[in-house]
């Protein structure tokens, strides 16, 4: 999504579930003492032992948020403009109840809650935005980004496979220099075709979408030759394929925890679609997602 008003709409809603995956060296086995002899194969070893898993905190006194326009609550309150008092991540919105809101409260959001997220944003920006996030040293991260990288104006200008994972290592990386301690709760990128088939039942949502909302999905929304319904399914494999890089990416990291696709599986309808674009998330929206981030956080 381009840093321009028009372009600034793009990306989607969802939901999330989730799963933390734990490392730890093995224990080596039995070995025989030099020169071998009676006995020998039954001596331990002097390989160090595994290192202890680090416990989850399902309650972090801290959350700082990285990624897009639906972090910022883009198009929630109003047409073309950020909104992170809905953000499902940080904002104050009672209505909402974001994640943040939920963890430490609502008078402790302005000094310990902080959205670092930009309308527009693709996941080469997520680096920046992650070294950010990780000097302030939060007990949280949540990353919502991706769309956009599918969300283009054709499906030759997505961003390639490799060098979305090469970004989200490079995201991880730049973390992890900063804050080794943080938790990351990572969502998946939403299903960008069923936001087609939910919001071209909307007159007004596929006029909207004619000024350049996600071309890659929904322009000529009402097109159901083979051409169009070929494109359709090339965005909806890419971004299967993005899903599959942050599970992966995330499972390398001890204290990084994936949805494990909730927010793709996500069966919204056109309540948590914004009224002025049909294609971001409502407040209502947000709500839902503030209850699937809680829900995985607090598992």
Known sequence: MPASRRGRIRTAAGWAAAAALVSG????????????????????????SPRPTPAWDTSPASVAAVGDSITRGFD???LLVDCPEVSWATGGDARVNSLARRL??????????????RSGARMAELPG????????????????????????DSTG????????RSSFEEAMRALRAVSPKSQVYVSSVPDLKRLWTTGRGSALGKQVWKLGVCRSMLGDAD????????RREEVYRRVVAYNEVLRDVCA??????????????????????SPWDWFHPSTDGQGRLAEIAYRIVTS
């Open 25 to 48: 060296v093995a224990l080596a086995g039995c070995e025989a003492a030099p020169g071998g002899g009676p006995g020998a194969a039954s001596r331990p070893s002097a390989s160090p």
């Open 76 to 78: 929630a309150c109003g």
């Open 104 to 117: 430490v409260g609502p008078s402790a959001l302005p000094a310990r809650s902080w959205n670092l997220a």
């Open 129 to 152: 935005q992650m070294a950010a996030a990780g000097a302030k040293r939060p007990g949280l991260v949540t990353v919502m980004a991706g769309a956009n990288d599918a969300c283009r």
């Open 157 to 164: 200008l997505m961003t390639p496979v490799s060098s979305f």
């Open 223 to 230: 097109d159901v030759g083979a051409a169009a319904v070929e």
């Open 252 to 273: 390398k990291d001890r204290l990084c925890r994936y949805d494990g696709g909730a927010v793709f599986d996500y069966r919204f309808t056109g309540a948590q679609l």
